[in-house]
């Protein structure tokens, strides 16, 4: 989505009013990527999903403020409880540990980190080493999952490869981190049934799939649908985003998306 498109959905979002639901037996959980130094703003502006620190400040600051109430209480997506907000990182970014992770913990929120084993083993200076994998799983709050092994598409694959992404991140992590790992996402938010299936026989008890709504009663909890939160999405923005007035186009975007990241 370009800017002059974001500006314009940023308009009718504004004035659209949410339809009304019971927000107590609704929760809404959040999907951020990468989060950047202010000063990479080429990085900023070109990738929708590498949000501006100030940004995340913005968002961080507005969920600390209404933790408190049974609607925006912050919980880790597999929280029983029924409402609030979750807030979850994919592919294992450096960023999440030393920019966004710092801000959480500042405000004791907590947080879902899901981790491609290939991105870390790959030595690329934007993805998390071992060592600071490790830091971020023991940091308070902080719950590491899974996000395949190496960031296929889960649906093009055979069973017995599906079955190797899935059960090799699992393992890969739980040996990293020392911790039992029971949540994933599904990388480019590419899942079915049997993907699904294969999740639960290798012991994934919550996944987090790409596509836009809500964790409300019913929703299986190996099909957790997420906010995407973009590149320009403000403080004003996530208050909107929490409060059903994106739903529109996240819906609209929602199969395009899965394609993307
Ligand atoms: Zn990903």
Request: net charge negative.
């Amino acid at each position: 989505m370009n800017l002059l498109k974001y500006r314009a959905a940023q308009v009718v979002s504004a004035a659209n009013f949410a339809p009304k639901r019971d927000k107590r037996k609704l929760r809404r959980v959040l999907m951020y990527h990468s989060v950047v130094n202010d000063t990479d703003l080429a990085i900023q502006k070109s990738d929708i999903y590498s949000i501006s620190e100030t940004y995340f400040k913005c968002h961080v600051d507005y969920l600390a403020r209404n933790h408190n109430s049974t609607e925006h209480k912050v919980v880790s997506l597999e929280d029983s409880f029924s409402s609030g907000v979750s807030i979850t990182f994919d592919d294992g970014y450096k960023d999440t540990l030393t920019i966004a992770a710092q801000l959480l913990c500042k405000n004791n929120l907590p947080f879902n980190v899901f981790v491609t084993p290939a991105n870390v083993i790959s030595g690329q200076e934007k993805y998390l080493s071992e060592t600071e994998l490790v830091a971020l799983s023991q940091l308070p709050g902080a719950t590491i999952g899974a996000h395949g092994f190496s960031h296929q598409h889960l649906t093009s694959l055979t069973t017995a490869e599906i079955n190797e992404e899935l059960k090799s991140s699992k393992e890969w992590l739980e040996t990293l981190t020392q911790t039992t790992v029971t949540t994933m996402s599904y990388p480019h938010g590419a899942f079915n049934s049997q993907v699904q299936e294969i999740a639960a026989s290798v012991g994934y008890l919550y996944a987090a799939t790409s596509s836009w709504g809500c964790y409300q009663v019913g929703v299986k909890p190996l099909e957790i649908p997420r906010i995407d939160i973009w590149n320009l999405d403000s403080g004003a923005a996530l208050k909107q985003k929490l409060n059903g007035q994106w739903d529109w186009i996240g819906k609209l975007l929602s199969p395009v998306q899965e394609t993307d990241k």
